[in-house]
């Protein structure tokens, strides 16, 4: 056994990720790169299998219909004004029927417009995503359960020997990524989904 060897349970940094990466495959590949692929399997995990949902509460304001959303409008679920659940509507819309429609990249609209201040009169449901890894910051730690840290390791390494046309080292990575994710499939069916309740102020666009 290697300096390195990440246990399940154990609460690791981006460098020891690394270092792991590095020992089970010596590459030559920079931090930024290899941190880049495992953002990207990061970032796959929240988006496919590890879908935590969460709730963000604005205040509802006066003469304000744009609000600026603090997560991916991709990751939205449900929006909840003042009790009420508001459909999503684009270009089409009935008058008459409350309905929410996005507003460039980041940002949010509702209609009707407020005619009064609220405390919370907003609420949004949504999937969280994971806290980008950065080189500048290596003792950082990934936001997947620390019980499958592994999966980033071997799904940085199947992209890493893909570049490197290590055909039957792609297939080995593989083969431990897909059985560890199996597990997490399973562990997932078995864990409650509590919500996780965020306060965040509401603002114009």
């Known amino acids: 056994m290697g300096p390195f060897c990440l246990l399940r349970g154990d609460t690791v940094t981006l460098q020891e990720i690394l270092d792991e990466i590095a020992e ?4 030559g590949l920079s931090n930024d790169s290899v941190i ?5 399997i990061q970032n796959e995990l929240f988006r496919t ?7 963000a509460i604005f205040n509802l304001q006066k003469d304000v219909f744009a ?3 603090p997560f ?5 679920l449900s929006v909840v004004i003042q009790g009420r659940e508001y459909t999503y509507q684009d270009t089409k819309h009935d008058p008459n029927v409350p309905f929410y429609y996005f507003v460039g990249s980041n940002g949010i609209g509702i209609y009707p417009t407020p005619e009064e201040d609220v405390e919370n009169g907003i609420s949004m449901w949504y999937y969280i995503s994971p806290t980008p890894l950065v080189s500048a ?3 950082s730690t990934p936001e997947l359960d620390a019980d499958f840290h592994m999966l980033l390791v071997y799904g940085a390494l199947v992209q890493i020997c ?3 046309n290590d055909v039957a080292m792609v297939n080995n990575y593989t ?3 897909n059985g560890l994710l199996d597990e997490f499939h399973k562990s997932n069916d078995e864990t409650p989904d509590y919500l996780v309740i965020e306060d965040v102020m509401g603002g114009l666009l």
């Open 24 to 27: 089970k495959y010596p590459h």
């Open 36 to 40: 880049r692929k495992i953002n990207q």
């Open 49 to 55: 299998t590890c879908r935590v949902k969460s709730m």
């Open 67 to 69: 609000y600026v959303l």
């Open 72 to 76: 991916p409008r991709s990751s939205l």
């Open 137 to 139: 910051i290596l003792t």
């Open 162 to 164: 893909e570049a490197f």
């Open 175 to 177: 083969g431990k990524y």
